[in-house]
């Protein structure tokens, strides 16, 4: 099992600044790909971005340009640096790692969430 472990959010004022971070640990074997997802109340939770151990990246239209994805793989760790917040990024932010297993299947992980509120 791999365990993610979300931690940098928070309150933050309109054009303001936070830094997201999310630690694998446990029984890791090969992670691949590793992102962040959100969710507000009563919709579904969407893609926000993804890395992949490559350093490729894929953003969601509404945060290109203002969020930046990167990640240390030898902490199995991702970061999700956000700027220019604006209050619909109001959102339960979530860490989704896929592991690839010796058997060439790939386990999905999730963190708890972290709480991510812009407001005057």
């Known amino acids: 099992q791999v365990q993610l472990v979300e931690s940098g959010g928070g309150l933050v004022q309109p054009g303001g600044s936070l830094r997201l971070s999310c630690a694998a640990s446990?029984?890791?074997?090969?992670?691949?790909?590793m992102g962040w997802y959100r969710q507000t109340p009563g919709k579904q939770r969407e893609l926000v971005a993804t890395?992949?151990?490559?350093?490729?990246?894929n953003y969601a239209d509404s945060v290109k340009g203002r969020f930046t994805i990167s990640r240390d793989n030898a902490k199995n760790t991702v970061y999700l640096q956000m700027n220019s917040l604006k209050p619909e990024d109001t959102a339960v932010y979530y860490c989704n790692a896929d592991d690839i297993t010796p058997w060439s299947t790939v386990d999905h992980y999730w963190g708890l969430g972290t709480q991510v509120t812009v407001s005057a």
């Open positions: 890395i992949t151990s490559g350093g490729n990246t």
């Open positions: 446990g029984r890791i074997f090969s992670i691949n790909a």
